[in-house]
C-alpha cells in the first residue's frame, strides 16, 4: 500500500515539474512575441514600407503598406500572446495552482515594453549621436 502511495506521489510530483517546466516555455515564448510586437513589427514594416517607397516612388503608398502592415501584425500577434496566456493557465490549472487570469500576460506586456522604451532612449540619447535639446540651443 505504501509503495503504491509513493508511486502516485512521484507521478503527481513528475506532473507538477512538468506543468512548470511548460508554464516557463510558454511565458519565454509570450515575452518573446511581445518584443516582436514592439521592435520587430515597425521595424519590419518599416524597412517594408521603405521598399514600396523606392519601388513606386510614392510616399503615400509607402505609409499606407507600413500602418496597415503594423497594425494588422499587431492584431494576429495579439492573438497569438492571447492563446499562449490561455495555455500558461491551463499549465497552471494542471498543476493545482490558482488561476492567474491574464496576469502573466499583463507583466509580460509591461516588463517588455519598458524594456523596448528603456532601450529606444539608450540608443536615441547615447548611441544615435542626437541632442536632447533643440538645435541652436547652447548651455
Excluded at 515564448?29 to 514594416?45: R, Y
Excluded at 517588455?112 to 541652436?136: K, Q
Amino acid at each position: 500500500m505504501r509503495a503504491d502511495h509513493r508511486a502516485r506521489d512521484g507521478r503527481a510530483h513528475h506532473v507538477r515539474r512538468a506543468g512548470a517546466g511548460a508554464a516557463a516555455v510558454v511565458v519565454a515564448i509570450m515575452f518573446l512575441g511581445s518584443l516582436g510586437l514592439w521592435v520587430g513589427t515597425p521595424l519590419a514594416w518599416l524597412w517594408i514600407g521603405g521598399r514600396v517607397q523606392g519601388a513606386t516612388g510614392s510616399i503615400g503608398a509607402a505609409l499606407a503598406v507600413a500602418f496597415l502592415g503594423v497594425v494588422g501584425t499587431a492584431v494576429v500577434l495579439a492573438w497569438v500572446l492571447a492563446r499562449l496566456s490561455e495555455r500558461h493557465r491551463a499549465a497552471c490549472l494542471a498543476r493545482g495552482l490558482d488561476d492567474p487570469g491574464n496576469a502573466v500576460l499583463e507583466r509580460v506586456l509591461v516588463v517588455s515594453a519598458a524594456l523596448t522604451i528603456l532601450a529606444f532612449v539608450i540608443w536615441f540619447f547615447l548611441l544615435a549621436g542626437t541632442s536632447p535639446l533643440p538645435i541652436g540651443i547652447q548651455l
